[in-house]
């Protein structure tokens, strides 16, 4: 009767021969395509090379022989192999320009000489944490979104056991304090960007007042085209942003920051008086409702920068563009419409980020004033009673 195969992935009998140098230690070894091969590692002693044959066999037989990810594979291949992966997925190309950029100015000139069964939990962290201090928490968090994506992607092969990157320190930041532009405070600053010449000449008097009648980013104000807007309605579609992409300029992407950017949004009536307005003499459907100075697509960073000088003009040296979308939220809290509305008016999936970062507090009346009126007044106690 014919000897059964080795079992996929198993190694057969060791066997350990003397030589002039020491001793050798070898075996059989039934890879993952079914291929029977010889394995053999040496040593001075025969422990030495017995040892150097078992972590032969266990880092082959965690890796599929036609794999192109091994526990011996460099960090820096792993990086490339883990973003031509995401570049074929549905993923923002700023989103990929950013992952790019870290992979090519952190984590490869860091760790890309390390083979993937050398990346430990200490290793990371540490790693990690120095990006912590220096950039920051975000960059940081950024740095192990990938480092996580690619120590996954190890995984999935079986060139490591575990994700080191998910059992690192927690990357702790400051939330940033909320606040809102008041109802006063909104009037008074579109009345003083109104009466500025600067704002006037870069054309952000009706920008700022659309990013006020609606709560958008600068990006999705300025990817607005003629044939998104319906004005027989009084609504505006949000089908995009604009993004500065390398190679390609600034252009118009399309499609929103998020999934749930996606949406239609109606207009107060005098952000359509507005919009009638700058449409008047004619505009074809995708010219963009808001162009540059100096025609085409208006850039979000030049555009950021113009804003800046202009409300420090105005004097709100603390207001920026988000200070716009935390003040449409606020408002809509502050005239009884649920989180869930405000929500979908930024475009967020979540109704907590909404409420926890855009929406300004209001006093809370949680009844413990009266309460504890009872600490000093005993007459308060005697009606309690009473």
């Known amino acids: 009767m014919a000897r059964p195969p080795l079992p996929v992935g198993t190694a057969g009998e060791t066997r350990i021969y003397a030589t ?7 075996c059989k070894v039934r ?7 010889i394995v053999e590692r040496r040593g001075r002693s025969k422990e030495q090379a017995r040892n150097r044959l078992r972590e032969a066999v266990r880092d082959r037989v965690r890796a599929d022989a036609g794999s192109e990810i091994r526990p011996d594979t460099r960090l820096s291949d792993l990086a490339e192999l883990w973003f031509a992966e995401v570049s074929d997925m549905d993923r923002s ?5 950013l992952y790019r950029q870290q992979l090519d100015k952190r984590i ?7 083979r993937i069964r050398e990346a430990t939990v200490s290793r990371v962290d540490r790693f990690v944490k120095s990006v912590r201090l220096n950039p920051g928490p975000s960059t940081a968090k950024t740095v192990r979104t990938i480092l996580s994506g690619m120590f996954g992607l190890a995984a999935r092969h079986e060139a490591l056991t575990h994700n080191p990157a998910r059992d690192i320190a927690r990357i702790e930041t400051r939330p940033k304090a909320s606040r809102a532009l008041t109802l006063a405070e909104a009037q008074d600053l579109r009345a003083k960007v109104a009466a500025s010449a600067q704002a006037r000449r870069w054309d952000l008097v009706d920008f700022i007042d659309m990013m006020l ?3 958008l980013r600068i990006g999705e104000t300025a990817a607005i085209v003629w044939d998104a807007v319906d004005l027989e309605v009084g609504t505006v579609e949000v089908r995009g942003t604009v993004v500065r992409l390398k190679g390609q300029g600034v252009v118009i992407k399309p499609k929103p920051k998020s999934r749930n950017g996606w949406r239609t949004l109606v207009l107060p009536s005098w952000a359509v008086e507005m919009l009638r307005r700058r449409q008047d003499g004619g505009v ?3 010219e963009p409702v808001f162009p540059a100075p100096l025609g085409g697509v208006r850039d ?9 000088r202009t409300f420090d003009e105005a004097g709100y040296m603390w207001v920026t563009s988000h200070v716009f ?3 449409v939220a606020t408002l809509m809290d502050h005239a009884g419409l649920s989180a869930r509305a405000a929500a979908d008016q930024l475009g967020h999936a979540k109704v907590s980020m909404t409420q926890d970062v855009y929406m300004g507090r209001k006093v809370a009346s949680t009844g413990a004033a009266a309460v504890l009126e009872r600490l000093v007044n005993p007459a308060e106690e005697a009606k309690s009673v009473g």
């Open 20 to 26: 002039s140098a020491g001793f050798r230690a070898m």
């Open 31 to 37: 890879d993952y395509d079914g291929v029977v091969r």
């Open 93 to 97: 190309p700023t989103t990929l320009e």
């Open 108 to 114: 490869i000139p860091a760790l890309g000489n390390l």
């Open 213 to 215: 009648a609606t709560g």
């Open 284 to 286: 074809a459907p995708d």
């Open 300 to 308: 979000p960073s030049n555009t950021h920068g113009d804003l800046r």
């Open 325 to 327: 979308r935390k003040t």
